[in-house]
């Protein structure tokens, strides 16, 4: 599986829709998730879905102002954000595994996309 996500830059306040869409495979009986890392910080756990679309989990830091989504026909995943704030600047990563319908650990996810930049700014 091959993940590629696309992300962008966003002032204080505002919204923005990462989408990372999924080549090689299907991913309708995989869990997909989403994580950031920020400068000189750890890879951290988002938000993540389960194949199905029936359940979806986040971090604290994030709810209620995040929703994750996927489109099994278009086999993409997405994550709206909301009320960005600067500390949500981060190096975005989408991630998929077959192994576990609730996973949060990056060493949960066996498949990763590249990586996208998102800024937000005053």
């Known amino acids: 599986v091959q993940l590629q996500a696309w992300g962008g830059s966003v002032q204080i306040g505002g919204s923005l829709r990462l989408s990372c869409a999924a080549s090689g495979r299907t991913l309708t009986s995989y869990t997909l998730g989403w994580f950031l890392q920020a400068p000189g910080k750890e890879r951290e756990f988002v938000a993540g879905i389960t194949w199905t679309g029936g359940s979806t989990y986040y971090a604290d830091s994030v709810k209620g102002r995040f929703t994750i989504s996927r489109d099994n026909a278009q086999n993409t995943v997405y994550l709206q954000m909301n009320s960005l704030k600067p500390e949500d600047t981060a190096v975005y990563y989408c991630?998929?595994?077959?192994?576990?319908?609730?996973?949060?650990?990056?060493?949960?996810?066996?498949?990763w996309g590249q990586g996208t930049q998102v800024t937000v700014s005053s």
């Open positions: 991630a998929a595994t077959q192994y576990n319908p609730y996973a949060t650990r990056r060493s949960d996810y066996n498949y």
